[in-house]
Structures are given as structure tokens and as C-alpha cells.
T-cell receptor, first 114, second 109 residues
Framework: IAGITQAPTSQILAAGRRMTLRCTQDMRHNAMYWYRQDLGLGLRLIHYSNTAGTTGKGEVPDGYSVSRANTDDFPLTLASAVPSQTSVYFC?????????????FGDGTRLSIL | GQNIDQPTEMTATEGAIVQINCTYQTSGFNGLFWYQQHAGEAPTFLSYNVLDGLEEKGRFSSFLSRSKGYSYLLLKELQMKDSASYLCAVMDSNYQLIWGAGTKLIIKP
């Protein structure tokens, strides 16, 4: 089934550890996004990529990095995890980076930093 | 700053109609989206409005007034499976989505 695959589904991580969340899409979408979702808050954009080879910072980029080596993959890395990064992380994609294109979401990664 | 306001929670009865409101203040406007999110699942796209007026799609309709910074999602003939959170999101002048915190809709038999 076409869509977005995120891995892992959930993870418990010690503070200070490095962690990469994986995201792969098979819809050949140009734009991809990483959000975090916290209770009582709206989805907040961490980083985005409008096309392979380019990335940009969203609303809450500090402590996170991304890369977009090809169209399909958009990994998110926490270089040194802190408890405030405990959240549900969603990867999303859209055909293009703006306009009326809806974003399609993966099932999320539930990350707990202890 | 940018702001999207939605009620935190609403309750409705199976078979009835419910209207979920969304007001926004953003830097620019390039469209408004509604998404549905069941507990523990990913958001899924429901509707898109960029011009004033009503867009109807089956049991769901979405309305936009750009001059008032206001939208609503109307759900008719409510079913138990409609119990979910409904997220309002506005695309700003940088073509980034600004999201509301969502409205949790509880459907009672």
C-alpha cells in the first residue's frame, strides 16, 4: 500500500543519546515534513524539505537535524536527546511545498526521553 | 504572532449535526485545511478552502470567511466512528501550515 512509513513505532531513549527517526514515502512527493505533536498543542513543524537536496527550518528546529539525499527518504536526527523532546513525531509529505496540496502523514513515532 | 483557536472539546449525539469552529490570525493566508485524527493515529485530510464559501463533501462541509478569519467544519448524520479530534490548519505566507490544537469530538449514542 502506497504511503509513508515511519520507524520505529515507539522508542524509549536515555537522555544524551543520539537517535534517528526514519521516514520513507513511495508516492514520489516532492515535499516532506517533520512535526512534533504534544498534548494541548497543535502540530509544530520541526524541519521541512521542498525537494530532494534542500531542507529548511520550521517553528521548532533546535536540537534536530534532517537530510534529504533522495526523494523518498527524510530522516530526523536528535543529536543529544533531552527530556523536552519527549513527543509523538509525525512525518508527512505532499506533492509540492505549498498551495492546495494536502499533506499525508505517517503513523508516527512515540518517543520518550528519560 | 500566529494563532489558531478551536474549542478543546465538544459532545454531540449520534445522528445529529455538529459545527466545529476555527478562528485564525496568521501572517498571510494561502488556504485552510481540516484534518481528522483518531486517538493514537495519524491525521487524515478532510477538506481545503481557499475562497469564501461552503465546500461540501458527503456528510462533511467546510466554510470559510477570510474577512472574519473564520472557518467551520460541519458534520451531519453523526456516526460513532466520527469520534475523533478535528484539526484546523492555515497555510501562511511562507506556505507553512500553522495548526490549531484540535477539537476532541465525543459522540454519544
Amino acid at each position: 500500500i502506497a504511503g509513508i512509513t515511519q520507524a520505529p513505532t515507539s522508542q524509549i531513549l536515555a537522555a544524551g543519546r543520539r537517535m534517528t527517526l526514519r521516514c520513507t514515502q513511495d508516492m514520489r512527493h516532492n515535499a516532506m515534513y517533520w512535526y512534533r505533536q504534544d498534548l494541548g498543542l497543535g502540530l509544530r513543524l520541526i524541519h521541512y524539505s521542498n525537494t530532494a537536496g534542500t531542507t529548511g527550518k520550521g517553528e521548532v528546529p533546535d536540537g534536530y537535524s534532517v537530510s534529504r539525499a533522495n526523494t523518498d527518504d527524510f530522516p530526523l536526527t536528535l543529536a543529544s536527546a533531552v527530556p523536552s523532546q519527549t513527543s509523538v513525531y509525525f512525518c508527512a509529505s505532499s506533492e509540492t511545498g505549498g498551495g492546495n496540496q494536502p499533506q499525508h502523514f505517517g503513523d508516527g513515532t512515540r518517543l520518550s526521553i528519560l | 504572532g500566529q494563532n489558531i483557536d478551536q474549542p478543546t472539546e465538544m459532545t454531540a449525539t449520534e445522528g445529529a449535526i455538529v459545527q466545529i469552529n476555527c478562528t485564525y490570525q496568521t501572517s498571510g493566508f494561502n488556504g485552510l485545511f481540516w484534518y481528522q485524527q483518531h486517538a493514537g493515529e495519524a491525521p487524515t485530510f478532510l477538506s481545503y478552502n481557499v475562497l469564501d464559501g461552503l465546500e461540501e463533501k458527503g456528510r462533511f462541509s467546510s466554510f470559510l470567511s477570510r474577512s472574519k478569519g473564520y472557518s467551520y467544519l460541519l458534520l451531519k448524520e453523526l456516526q460513532m466512528k466520527d469520534s475523533a479530534s478535528y484539526l484546523c490548519a492555515v497555510m501562511d505566507s511562507n506556505y507553512q501550515l500553522i495548526w490549531g490544537a484540535g477539537t476532541k469530538l465525543i459522540i454519544k449514542p
